[in-house]
């Protein structure tokens, strides 16, 4: 599968977040290719969640600090995400569902992140 190529149309005019969702789609392509490649990623999915939770504190302590409006449903999102990879660290090392997981994995993460910035992230940029 085609590598995810970070976008300038993606910037959310500020560059430490912006340098965040860059670190989030490279540890996704990671994932993504060790899937592809046949190896184990459980310790990137660890390194996602771990890294997501970081950019998402960040990211909302800039948005209360802004009092950026739909910061609520903005949390709930994040919290959602981390909560699916929760599940997914859950269950991926099912034998029956590996395979099936992996893939779904594969393209819900790359579909969530593009969603994500361009649309809930955009609603704070260049106001924070």
């Known amino acids: 599968m085609d590598p995810v190529v970070w976008q300038e149309s993606w910037s959310v005019g500020n560059d430490s977040l912006d340098d965040d969702h860059k670190r989030l789609v490279s540890i996704i392509n990671r994932v ?17 969640k771990s890294y997501a939770k970081y950019h998402f504190d960040r990211e909302e302590a800039l948005m ?12 709930e999102t994040h919290r959602m ?43 704070y940029k260049g106001r924070i």
């Not at 993504?32 to 996602?48: E, T």
């Open 81 to 123: 995400f981390v909560e699916w990879l929760t599940t997914l660290q859950a269950t991926i090392n099912l034998p029956e569902a590996r395979f099936i997981l992996l893939e779904a994995a594969n393209e819900y993460l790359r579909d969530w992140l593009g969603r994500h910035i361009l649309g809930t992230d955009m609603q």
């Open 32 to 48: 993504s290719d060790s899937m592809s490649d046949g190896q184990d990623p459980v310790w990137l999915l660890n390194d996602l």
């Open 64 to 75: 209360e600090a802004a009092e950026i409006e739909g910061l609520v449903e903005h949390k």
